[in-house]
């Protein structure tokens, strides 16, 4: 099958970014406001919820990574307007100012201010309606490779993800960055004995380091707590699945990332300053995983799953990807890209790229991906710290 | 038509594994495909069951070569391979695991090998005889000590620099005694060698005035300390030492290091002669040793050790080592180390401060390194006897004060180095597989017949 590189479309947004959704949203900036962002959305049908899993008594960096993450899905290019909500007016605000510095004009809404539940129902219904007013308005307009951004992602991996469902992806990342456009991969965990191919790959010797650093970084943090990651991985049932090293497990995960130049570390829920493969500095748990790619500004997620997984993000489209001829079967409603092909040698490396290509232009024109469809949608912002 | 052949897929075309695709419980042949093209690139006799998604070797792999996948070394090949046999846990290990470490109790060798080797290398390459032993009492005393960082791994680059030119093995120093006061010029002889020497002196001159003080330059690196302290102490007197040395620590706030991080050692002889009151410690929070000792394992630094090139905290060790150490208790130690170094290299007339040269990346330059040695006799202050009982007491209160719940033990400086050193002189010195190699080779390349 011919695809088209040409026709894709998008929604602009008035930082120039694109988006390949358009969607309304209600950002809760804190838990204690979640019960009115989801009120508002399901008062207002089409409007996604964003809800907070904490945001009182953060400090320190933890709190300042929640706030730019929170504020990167609220700005995000899919998102045609968002709505942040708060208890008192200064945290809504402080998630709108770095909005604002990401080039996104996002309306807030204080609990207290406007005076209790019924009252901030009352004008946040108001507000939602006349944002899908306008939203409804946007129209598509051509999108380049060169302005997408796509999250790179495996979990549920198996002897097929190593083997043929993450190089598939690391093919199409490759075409992705050939032609201008950027990957963000992450889950510096899983690259524990991949730091030969890091450093290979890297732009500079300042980025190794800081590649090799950060991924070093979370097997000191494992240390800490008692693990030893070289030591329990592969776990047995790696070992079962005929992978004998650390090395070659982390290998077959960064297989996805492809074969071209790695331009850095990107901070948790940062945007790529520049085109190209970029390492962001998240942990590896599908939904925080996703949260994280998904705030610092992917359009969608490329997932390759072996086992099986089926989280999707609520505003970057996750399309699941899988090789593995027993998951397809028992899960197709799950899943967006079947490769199963390539462990019958009906099918390599380039052909499981072109199949992954053809969805994600799919996706991008407006397809729902299956967990957009099923509704399996989920977002959380990591923590890394306590709360007092 | 011939029966459908088993695939195994090749992730890069030079990659020593395949994976089958199919599990093989028969003898037959394989047909290896590249992932990219999905071409057969080979066929393969197989003669082993391997289960689906495992590793078929595709050529033969020698023991202790990398085994390549996804164009990457995924560990090390425990045993010969042959092509066609499944490679997993038993014939390929990762080179990070720690089960697959090398974990083998270390081996023992006494004190007196060690110190033959050092000796007898340094006879290798012509040094004087006083230098070599000198030399050899120092790195045996590391290690009967417990001070590895300061043993056998030194003597490779420590030879390097004597046979490049860097330090001269046959110089004596020139000593010039006005009373208690002694002066001496290493003439860029070997370290351990100039720095014997100047204890030697402090001790003569201690007895004669109840004081002395020995200021060194022109010398090279001196090993740990703590050795020179003790040796004075070992004459019943009170032994405090300095050095300077290979530029390191940066003070708080600059980009650039300016010193060294000096080390302070102060020695006391307690009652028993083969116990002693031993502080050494160096004034970085850690010594350059065991940075390079992290870069080589991979480990990160805790924070707060050193900092890059531009001035910023690391963790890296990579970055450390192109960067500078901290010095050790903040803004404190770093006084002490400033105070330290007008006590040393400004004092002594050569260089100090960044002036002495790198022994690492300047083989052939002469260090220039200083040293400050100062001893008091401890029969002229107090009589001997009573200095011991005195410190002998200092020590018992220390150690029978009541315990928190969390320490295992409460100690005084130098408490485990000499109990170290009655073990190991008793039991033999731990060598580590990697320090024993290299001391062998070393020994080999030289043409020294070593009893391994």
Same mark, same amino acid.
């Given at each position: 099958?011919?695809?088209?590189?040409?026709?894709?479309?998008?929604?602009?947004?008035?930082?120039?970014?694109?988006?390949?959704?358009?969607?309304?949203?209600?950002?809760?900036?804190?838990?204690?406001?979640?019960?009115?962002?989801?009120?508002?959305?399901?008062?207002?049908?089409?409007?996604?919820?964003?809800?907070?899993?904490?945001?009182?008594?953060?400090?320190?960096?933890?709190?300042?990574?929640?706030?730019?993450?929170?504020?990167?899905?609220?700005?995000?290019?899919?998102?045609?307007?968002?709505?942040?909500?708060?208890?008192?007016?200064?945290?809504?605000?402080?998630?709108?100012?770095?909005?604002?510095?990401?080039?996104?004009?996002?309306?807030?809404?204080?609990?207290?201010?406007?005076?209790?539940?019924?009252?901030?129902?009352?004008?946040?219904?108001?507000?939602?309606?006349?944002?899908?007013?306008?939203?409804?308005?946007?129209?598509?307009?051509?999108?380049?490779?060169?302005?997408?951004?796509?999250?790179?992602?495996?979990?549920?991996?198996?002897?097929?993800?190593?083997?043929?469902?993450?190089?598939?992806?690391?093919?199409?990342?490759?075409?992705?960055?050939?032609?201008?456009?950027?990957?963000?991969?992450?889950?510096?965990?899983?690259?524990?004995?991949?730091?030969?191919?890091?450093?290979?790959?890297?732009?500079?010797?300042?980025?190794?380091?800081?590649?090799?650093?950060?991924?070093?970084?979370?097997?000191?943090?494992?240390?800490?707590?008692?693990?030893?990651?070289?030591?329990?991985?592969?776990?047995?049932?790696?070992?079962?699945?005929?992978?004998?090293?650390?090395?070659?497990?982390?290998?077959?995960?960064?297989?996805?990332?492809?074969?071209?130049?790695?331009?850095?570390?990107?901070?948790?829920?940062?945007?790529?300053?520049?085109?190209? =493969?970029?390492?962001? /500095? +998240?942990?590896? @748990? !599908? #939904?925080?995983? $996703?949260?994280?790619?998904? %705030?610092?500004? *992917?359009?969608?997620?490329?997932?390759?799953?072996?086992?099986?997984?089926?989280?999707?993000?609520?505003?970057?489209?996750?399309?699941?990807?899988?090789?593995?001829?027993?998951?397809?079967?028992?899960?197709?409603?799950?899943?967006?890209?079947?490769?199963?092909?390539?462990?019958?040698?009906?099918?390599?490396? =380039?052909?499981?790229? /072109? +199949?992954?290509? @053809? !969805? #994600?232009?799919? $996706?991008?024109?407006?397809? %729902?991906?299956? *967990?957009?469809?099923?509704?399996?949608?989920?977002?959380?912002?990591?923590?890394?710290?306590?709360?007092? | 038509?011939?029966?459908?052949?088993?695939?195994?897929?090749?992730?890069?075309?030079?990659?020593?594994?395949?994976?089958?695709?199919?599990?093989?419980?028969?003898?037959?042949?394989?047909?290896?495909?590249?992932?990219?093209?999905?071409?057969?690139?080979?066929?393969?006799?197989?003669?082993?069951?391997?289960?689906?998604?495992?590793?078929?070797?595709?050529?033969?792999?020698?023991?202790?070569?990398?085994?390549?996948?996804?164009?990457?070394?995924?560990?090390?090949?425990?045993?010969?391979?042959?092509?066609?046999?499944?490679?997993?846990?038993?014939?390929?290990?990762?080179?990070?695991?720690?089960?697959?470490?090398?974990?083998?109790?270390?081996?023992?060798?006494?004190?007196?090998?060690?110190?033959?080797?050092?000796?007898?290398?340094?006879?290798?390459?012509?040094?004087?005889?006083?230098?070599?032993?000198?030399?050899?009492?120092?790195?045996?005393?590391?290690?009967?000590?417990?001070?590895?960082?300061?043993?056998?791994?030194?003597?490779?680059?420590?030879?390097?620099?004597?046979?490049?030119?860097?330090?001269?093995?046959?110089?004596?120093?020139?000593?010039?005694?006005?009373?208690?006061?002694?002066?001496?010029?290493?003439?860029?002889?070997?370290?351990?060698?100039?720095?014997?020497?100047?204890?030697?002196?402090?001790?003569?001159?201690?007895?004669?005035?109840?004081?002395?003080?020995?200021?060194?330059?022109?010398?090279?690196?001196?090993?740990?300390?703590?050795?020179?302290?003790?040796?004075?102490?070992?004459?019943?007197?009170?032994?405090?030492?300095?050095?300077?040395?290979?530029?390191?620590?940066?003070?708080?706030?600059?980009?650039?290091?300016?010193?060294?991080?000096?080390?302070?050692?102060?020695?006391?002889?307690?009652?028993?002669?083969?116990?002693?009151?031993?502080?050494?410690?160096?004034?970085?929070?850690?010594?350059?040793?065991?940075?390079?000792?992290?870069?080589?394992?991979?480990?990160?630094?805790?924070?707060?050790?050193?900092?890059?090139?531009?001035?910023?905290?690391?963790?890296?060790?990579?970055?450390?080592?192109?960067?500078?150490?901290?010095?050790?208790?903040?803004?404190?130690?770093?006084?002490?180390?400033?105070?330290?170094?007008?006590?040393?290299?400004?004092?002594?007339?050569?260089?100090?401060?960044?002036?002495?040269?790198?022994?690492?990346?300047?083989?052939?330059?002469?260090?220039?390194?200083?040293?400050?040695?100062?001893?008091?006799?401890?029969?002229?202050?107090?009589?001997?006897?009573?200095?011991?009982?005195?410190?002998?007491?200092?020590?018992?209160?220390?150690?029978?004060?009541?315990?928190?719940?969390?320490?295992?033990?409460?100690?005084?400086?130098?408490?485990?180095?000499?109990?170290?050193?009655?073990?190991?002189?008793?039991?033999?010195?731990?060598?580590?597989?990697?320090?024993?190699?290299?001391?062998?080779?070393?020994?080999?390349?030289?043409?020294?017949?070593?009893?391994?």
């Amino acid at each position: 099958m011919a695809l088209a590189i040409g026709g894709l479309t998008g929604y602009p947004r008035e930082n120039g970014r694109k988006g390949v959704r358009n969607l309304v949203a209600v950002l809760a900036a804190a838990d204690n406001v979640n019960p009115l962002a989801r009120h508002l959305a399901a008062r207002n049908p089409g409007v996604v919820c964003l809800p907070a899993s904490y945001g009182r008594g953060q400090m320190g960096r933890d709190f300042e990574v929640s706030l730019r993450a929170m504020a990167g899905l609220a700005a995000h290019p899919n998102i045609a307007s968002c709505l942040v909500v708060s208890f008192e007016p200064e945290s809504s605000e402080r998630v709108a100012k770095l909005a604002r510095q990401l080039g996104r004009q996002v309306a807030t809404l204080s609990f207290l201010e406007t005076g209790g539940l019924l009252e901030s129902l009352h004008k946040g219904n108001e507000i939602l309606c006349a944002m899908q007013q306008a939203a409804s308005l946007v129209q598509r307009v051509p999108l380049a490779v060169s302005e997408l951004t796509i999250g790179l992602e495996c979990g549920g991996s198996d002897t097929t993800s190593g083997l043929f469902g993450n190089p598939a992806l690391g093919a199409f990342t490759d075409w992705i960055v050939d032609h201008g456009g950027t990957a963000v991969f992450s889950e510096p965990v899983e690259c524990l004995g991949g730091e030969d191919l890091l450093r290979k790959r890297a732009v500079s010797p300042e980025a190794a380091e800081r590649l090799v650093s950060t991924v070093r970084l979370y097997d000191e943090l494992a240390r800490e707590q008692g693990i030893d990651l070289a030591g329990t991985n592969p776990t047995p049932d790696n070992l079962a699945g005929g992978l004998t090293s650390i090395e070659e497990k982390s290998l077959g995960a960064l297989a996805k990332t492809g074969s071209r130049t790695i331009m850095g570390v990107l901070g948790y829920a940062d945007a790529a300053p520049a085109p190209g =493969v970029w390492m962001m /500095d +998240a942990p590896a @748990a !599908a #939904v925080e995983n $996703v949260t994280a790619l998904a %705030a610092g500004g *992917a359009q969608c997620v490329c997932f390759v799953t072996g086992t099986g997984n089926p989280t999707g993000h609520p505003i970057s489209p996750t399309i699941k990807i899988s090789a593995n001829p027993r998951t397809v079967e028992r899960m197709s409603a799950h899943l967006d890209v079947d490769l199963s092909d390539m462990l019958r040698g009906h099918m390599n490396v =380039v052909q499981g790229a /072109d +199949a992954i290509r @053809a !969805a #994600v232009v799919k $996706v991008i024109g407006g397809e %729902a991906t299956a *967990a957009e469809r099923l509704d399996y949608l989920e977002t959380n912002i990591s923590r890394i710290g306590p709360s007092v | 038509m011939a029966v459908t052949q088993v695939r195994a897929i090749l992730l890069e075309p030079d990659d020593d594994v395949a994976a089958v695709l199919e599990t093989i419980a028969t003898h037959g042949t394989i047909a290896v495909t590249l992932s990219a093209s999905g071409k057969t690139v080979c066929e393969l006799a197989v003669c082993q069951d391997i289960p689906f998604g495992h590793k078929v070797a595709v050529r033969d792999i020698i023991k202790g070569k990398p085994v390549h996948r996804y164009g990457f070394p995924i560990g090390i090949a425990t045993i010969d391979i042959k092509q066609g046999e499944h490679v997993h846990s038993h014939n390929m290990r990762s080179m990070l695991s720690p089960g697959s470490k090398q974990s083998k109790s270390p081996t023992l060798r006494p004190a007196q090998w060690v110190h033959e080797l050092v000796k007898s290398s340094l006879k290798a390459v012509g040094t004087s005889a006083e230098g070599a032993q000198a030399m050899a009492d120092a790195i045996t005393e590391a290690h009967l000590r417990g001070v590895e960082t300061h043993g056998l791994r030194r003597l490779r680059p420590y030879i390097a620099r004597i046979r490049s030119g860097g330090v001269d093995g046959n110089s004596r120093p020139r000593v010039t005694t006005r009373n208690a006061l002694i002066s001496i010029d290493g003439r860029n002889g070997i370290g351990h060698h100039v720095a014997t020497c100047a204890a030697k002196a402090a001790s003569t001159a201690a007895r004669q005035f109840g004081i002395s003080i020995v200021l060194v330059r022109n010398s090279n690196h001196f090993g740990f300390a703590g050795h020179y302290a003790t040796l004075i102490a070992a004459s019943k007197q009170l032994g405090i030492v300095t050095s300077n040395g290979q530029v390191c620590v940066a003070p708080e706030g600059a980009k650039k290091p300016l010193l060294s991080n000096n080390p302070l050692a102060i020695a006391a002889p307690l009652r028993s002669p083969d116990r002693f009151l031993e502080l050494d410690l160096a004034t970085s929070m850690t010594s350059r040793a065991n940075i390079v000792e992290a870069a080589g394992s991979g480990a990160l630094l805790p924070p707060g050790w050193a900092q890059d090139a531009d001035g910023n905290p690391t963790r890296s060790p990579g970055a450390a080592l192109e960067g500078s150490l901290q010095a050790f208790g903040g803004r404190k130690g770093f006084a002490l180390l400033v105070a330290l170094e007008a006590l040393t290299g400004v004092l002594c007339g050569g260089a100090f401060a960044d002036h002495v040269s790198s022994k690492e990346t300047a083989l052939d330059a002469p260090e220039g390194t200083a040293h400050t040695m100062i001893a008091i006799d401890l029969e002229a202050a107090l009589r001997a006897d009573a200095y011991s009982d005195r410190l002998e007491e200092l020590v018992e209160r220390l150690l029978a004060l009541p315990r928190n719940a969390a320490a295992d033990a409460i100690r005084y400086p130098g408490e485990r180095r000499w109990k170290l050193r009655s073990e190991r002189l008793r039991a033999g010195i731990p060598l580590s597989d990697a320090e024993l190699t290299d001391a062998v080779h070393l020994a080999k390349e030289l043409g020294i017949a070593t009893s391994v």
